[in-house]
């Protein structure tokens, strides 16, 4: 079945810093990522996603790139903010014709930001 | 945007007692929600989907008498922890989609449950 998972348990940054997570997975046949940002205590947040067809996309200082040749993908923060510390996960769908509702998560990486 | 509700929050209950938590989509129907555990420091994992109106489907490992699921309606599905135990404690989130199937930015999350059995 899918994994995926993340190279690190923890990213420690200092503000204003650049931050990238990284993460792998196992399934060549993905076609559908999310990156998801969960502070203590709440629910996952959508952050961004990318489909396969694309190498990269860009958000609000946030941007995945997609390297389907070593089924790796990354979450690029750019001048990173305090607020931004939390632990992120990324996704992928579970499964055929499930829509991307059944996810399977990395085991997610906490981001630390100092001032 | 769409909101996800869950209640409560946190909740301590005894050894051997039932927890009901409620997950409600709140400005839009949710025919499916989805179920997960979370145990500290660790990731999501998915335990069952709800279904409106039918049985919920169950993961692997995932005890469905023990775990009881109702979808009455098409903005609440309720989880029901029976005879708790303290591996039971865990924080558990539910998410929900205003579509059948649509992409990453549609579905969202509840703010999740934190179970801590005695």
């Known amino acids: 079945g899918e994994s995926v998972g993340l190279h690190l348990p923890t990213l420690s940054v200092q503000e204003g810093d650049n931050s990238i997570i990284n993460c792998a997975y196992s399934?060549?046949?993905?076609?559908?990522f999310i990156w998801y940002k969960q502070e203590s205590g709440k629910g996952p947040q959508f952050i961004i996603d990318i489909r396969s067809n694309m190498d990269k996309r860009q958000g609000q200082r946030v941007t995945v790139l997609l390297n389907k040749t070593v089924k790796h993908l990354s979450l690029q923060i750019a001048a990173t903010q305090p607020g931004d510390s939390a632990v992120y996960f990324c996704?992928?769908?579970?499964?055929?014709?499930?829509?991307?509702?059944?996810?399977?998560f990395g085991t997610g990486t906490r981001l630390l930001v100092s001032p | 945007g769409a909101v996800v509700s869950q209640h409560p929050s946190w909740v301590i209950c005894k050894s051997g007692t039932s927890v009901k938590i409620e997950c409600r989509s709140l400005d839009f129907q949710a025919t499916t929600m989805f179920w997960y555990r979370q145990f500290p420091k660790q990731s999501l994992m998915l335990m069952a989907t709800s279904n409106e109106g039918s049985k919920a489907t169950y993961e692997q490992g995932v005890e469905k008498d023990k775990f009881l699921i109702n979808h009455a309606s098409l903005t609440l599905s309720t989880l029901t922890v029976t005879s708790a135990h303290p591996e039971d404690s865990s924080f558990y989130i539910c998410?929900?989609?205003?579509?059948?199937?649509?992409?990453?930015?549609?579905?969202?999350f509840g703010s999740g449950t934190q179970l801590s059995v005695l």
């Open positions: 399934n060549s046949a993905s076609d559908y």
């Open positions: 996704a992928a769908p579970w499964g055929r014709n499930t829509g991307f509702q059944k996810l399977v």
């Open positions: 998410s929900a989609t205003p579509h059948d199937r649509a992409w990453g930015e549609k579905l969202f």
